[in-house]
């Protein structure tokens, strides 16, 4: 979903009106340090599904709630926090999947935003930084910094998308979006 000509392009707008969080924040839970109350048996897997006690949480409100308090700290690990509980969760991956993108031409050259699956609508820059990795198989596998530590993980098929973006230098194989260069490591194109 590329800004190009075809039935598969995705305008800003268009992303932003199905993003029922655009404009509004995540609560400041980088703020708030409360004890650490034990694990709770919440995993969220690899393909973006969420569980609870090894149910799948269908209703997607209550994904959203619960992805606004999410927070990943210096351990690595994730919890669900409030102003009075931090429980820890289990992330297989990425604790969101971003699955529509955006790409506007701009005077830096082009900004690509995504929508993720949990309505956080995020522009690729400086501080919304894309990392690439491969996984075990050696393919392809983007990410986006979303908030704080926590990133997204690209849908397969934009990860695809993002592939035809990539540009080459001497340097190796890059991506530029919102004025912000990010190099694909050897092996992870």
């Not at 404009?23 to 690899?46: H, K, L, Q, S, T």
């Not at 509980?85 to 297989?92: F, G, N, P, R, S």
């Not at 830096?108 to 690729?124: C, E, I, K, W, Y």
């Amino acid at each position: 979903m590329i800004d190009q000509p075809s039935k598969q392009t995705v305008s800003l707008e268009a992303l932003v009106s199905r993003a029922e969080r655009a404009g509004r924040g995540a609560p400041p839970v980088e703020r708030w340090n409360p004890d650490f109350c034990g694990e709770i048996d919440m995993v969220i897997r690899a393909d973006g599904t969420w569980f609870y006690n090894g149910t799948p949480i269908r209703r997607e409100a209550l994904k959203r709630l619960f992805s606004s308090v999410l927070r990943k700290d210096d351990d690595g690990r994730t919890y669900l926090v409030t102003p009075v509980e931090k429980l820890a969760i289990t992330v297989e991956d990425a604790p969101f999947v971003a699955v529509e993108m955006s790409r506007e031409a701009t005077d830096t050259g082009q900004t690509l935003t995504f929508r993720t699956d949990t309505g956080d609508v995020v522009s690729a820059g400086p501080d919304h930084p894309i990392r690439f990795a491969s996984d075990p198989d050696g393919a392809f596998r983007p990410y986006l910094l979303v908030r704080g530590r926590l990133e997204a993980a690209l849908t397969r098929s934009l990860a695809f998308d993002l592939a035809e973006l990539l540009e080459e230098d001497e340097a190796g194989f890059f991506l530029v979006s919102n004025g912000a260069r990010f190099a694909v490591p050897e092996g992870a194109a």
